[in-house]
């Protein structure tokens, strides 16, 4: 199936199950007012009625968190998290999702939770998605620098975490510069803390660590290429449990599946060439949860 839904350029995926329905509905969130005088908002595409429904929601500058059930009804909520931009100053950064459990009105419900502690563009704590105590919620989290006063991103990362009952916890693991691959590698229920490092370097190996909620014992291994593939980890052999995966371009177009059941490379031919795409390359759809 192929169609035309939202801006190359301008919109940030966010698929995820709105209306409940036990479908991915097709969704972005647009961060800047469209030439039509839209404000800044959710585009869904209804797997129920098949019909397109915005939403405004945010405001620019926001970063986008939805494909979550803040509120534990069963169907994804649209969400953004918010900070201070780059030069001004240490300040606070709060959560801010629209449930859809008993809310008629579309209420915004915000929870301060975050900060920027510097001036710098990277000098900002980075938000995680996911539900991690298994408790059908999604949750609060980011990491920071442990130690906020130095200048490298190569550096102990610390992670904070609030649930939606209110528990708090804290957490070291991996480095600052290290890229977030949020899911449920041990198939508990609960997303687990995973990375990847030198996603951001040259053509170089990728490792990835995954810490498990159930208590197993931290995982290390290289999947993927830094420099040319993108992260597209999700559940691609039914088990229940997330399988890492990268999409490779530069001519392949293909995605390479770590599978959980019998610990195999599984490779999917998906997209097109990258010879003439120009600006609007293929990317992979399960991008938009990593950070």
């Known amino acids: 199936m192929t ?3 939202g801006t190359f350029t301008a919109d940030a995926l966010q698929p995820g199950d709105y209306d409940g329905d036990g479908m991915t509905d097709i969704a972005h969130w647009r961060g800047v007012q469209s030439l039509g005088g839209a404000p800044v ?3 869904i595409q209804l797997s129920s009625t098949d019909t397109v429904k915005f939403i405004p929601f945010g405001q620019g500058g926001d970063a986008p968190v939805g494909a979550e059930d803040y509120d534990g009804d069963g169907k994804d909520d649209m969400a953004t998290w918010r900070i201070p931009g780059p030069g001004a100053g240490v300040g606070q950064g709060t959560w801010f999702y629209r449930g859809s459990f008993n809310n008629p009105n579309g209420n915004i419900t915000y929870i301060p939770f975050g900060m920027r502690y510097g001036d710098q563009a990277d000098q900002a ?3 995680v998605i996911g539900d991690f105590d298994g408790d059908g919620k999604a949750d609060f989290r980011i990491r920071r620098r442990a130690d906020m006063t130095v200048a490298t991103s190569n550096t102990q990362a610390i992670w904070y975490t609030l649930t939606a009952s209110g528990t708090w916890s804290v957490d070291y693991f991996g480095w600052n510069a290290d890229r977030s691959l949020a899911g449920d590698y041990d198939g508990d229920g609960k997303t687990d803390m995973a990375i990847a ?4 370097i040259g053509v170089i190996p990728a490792t990835w660590y995954i810490r ?6 931290d995982k290390q291994f290289n999947w993927g290429l830094g420099g040319v ?6 559940d691609y052999d039914g088990d229940g449990i997330t399988d890492p995966t990268v999409y490779r371009r ?4 293909n995605y390479y599946v770590l599978r959980s059941t019998d610990n195999s490379m599984q490779v999917f031919h998906w997209g097109k060439d990258d010879v003439d795409c120009g600006p609007a390359c293929d990317i992979a759809v399960a991008t938009y949860n990593s950070r």
């Open 212 to 217: 498990s909620t159930s208590g197993s014992a």
């Open 125 to 127: 704590d980075r938000p």
């Open 41 to 43: 908002g959710y585009w």
């Open 197 to 200: 490092r030198n996603f951001n």
């Open 3 to 5: 169609f035309n839904f």
């Open 229 to 234: 593939d993108q992260v597209a980890q999700g």
């Open 250 to 253: 530069g001519g392949e177009n």
